[in-house]
């Protein structure tokens, strides 16, 4: 067996099975493929945690870093999508900040103007309704945590001080909860109105072509 087949020791670590690990990085460009990207680091490393291979308060900060950031991805994924449904050009710089209050209250607005546009039924409505209260109840969760998409990513702030007390701590379980609700919200609006669009396009289609 050569030294490609089986993983080598440097300083204590593992290196890589094999001598080139390649990836593509230009092949995903849209907030969707980032979107499903995160979501999936998210998933692995929540899970390799959950069954003992990672020291928890090791990988905390990383792991929830990616969690808030999916959140921030799916509002941006959906606005994006919801913008070309109700006409109106995506602005990044209007949505150029990591907060997601700012973020969820935009999609309120966005969502609102599909309703009237597309005359979307109570169900529908109903629905987000209730998921966008679970996603609200999370990302206030994440802004208590960390409001500017900051505190995950370094120890301490622009003054030097630490960015979380020495014996704060945050229940992982109770916030992947609350993180998957809001996936639900962020993943799959535009997925549901775009099946709206699609239905209301054709029968606009149908009934002009019947005169």
């Keep these: 067996m050569n030294s490609d087949e089986q993983p080598q020791k440097l300083g204590g670590v593992k290196t890589p099975k094999h001598s080139e690990l390649i990836a593509c990085l230009g092949w995903n460009h849209s907030f969707g493929h980032y979107l499903a990207a995160y979501e999936r680091a998210v998933e692995v490393l929540f899970k390799s945690i959950d069954e003992g291979h990672q020291a928890i308060d090791l990988i905390a900060p990383p792991l929830l870093f990616l969690m808030r950031h999916s959140m921030e991805l799916g509002y941006k994924f959906s606005l994006w999508e919801l913008h070309r449904m109700n006409g109106e050009p995506y602005d990044p710089k209007a949505y150029k900040n990591h907060r997601l209050d700012q973020l969820h209250e935009a999609l309120q607005t966005q969502h609102e103007k599909a309703v009237k ?95």
């Design 117 to 211: 546009k597309y005359d979307l039924p109570d169900s529908h409505v109903d629905n987000f309704v209730e998921y966008s209260a679970k996603t609200e109840a999370g990302l206030k969760q994440f802004i208590a945590l960390d409001a500017g998409s900051f505190n995950f990513r370094y120890p301490i702030d622009n003054t030097g001080k630490p960015n979380f007390d020495q014996n704060q701590t945050v229940d992982l379980v109770a916030l992947k909860l609350l993180y998957g609700d809001a996936m639900i919200l962020l993943r799959h609006t535009a997925d549901v109105l775009g099946e709206y669009v699609d239905i209301h396009n054709y029968m606009m289609r149908d009934f002009h072509g019947s005169f």
